[in-house]
């Protein structure tokens, strides 16, 4: 894991706009203690309607983030590597996408 923590640090320091969060459903902050990243876990007792599994998540961490206008968030699930090319392709992307309240990046 040592090697994904300095992999991390190295992201955060891309653009000092950039934050990670990790979003789940049990308390595993031990596991993500070294990665300097916000870890918010899902209360059980949390129960949106229509909202299960990792969009019950999500909706929490919506619900607690507090949001600005500007603020973009990307959604990515446990099997994508984020790396240098894809947090300066959001980062182009936010910074220049004028027309949609939503987008993707390839």
């Known amino acids: ?3 994904s923590v300095g992999e991390m640090r190295h992201l955060q320091q891309l653009d000092s706009r950039v934050k ?3 979003v789940t459903d049990f308390p595993h902050e ?8 916000n870890v918010i876990s899902t209360p059980p007792t949390f129960r ?4 299960i599994y990792k969009a019950r998540a999500l909706e929490w961490f919506r ?3 507090q ?3 500007d603020d973009w968030v990307l959604h990515l699930d446990e099997e994508t590597i984020v790396d240098e090319h ?13 027309s949609f309240d939503f987008g993707q990046v390839s």
């Open 20 to 22: 990670f969060s990790v």
């Open 63 to 65: 619900c607690q983030a």
């Open 30 to 37: 031990q596991s993500f203690c070294n990665l300097g990243v």
């Open 1 to 3: 894991m040592a090697r």
């Open 86 to 98: 894809a947090i300066e392709a959001c980062i182009r992307f936010a910074e220049t996408e004028t």
């Open 67 to 69: 949001l600005h206008d």
């Open 48 to 51: 949106p309607h229509k909202a």
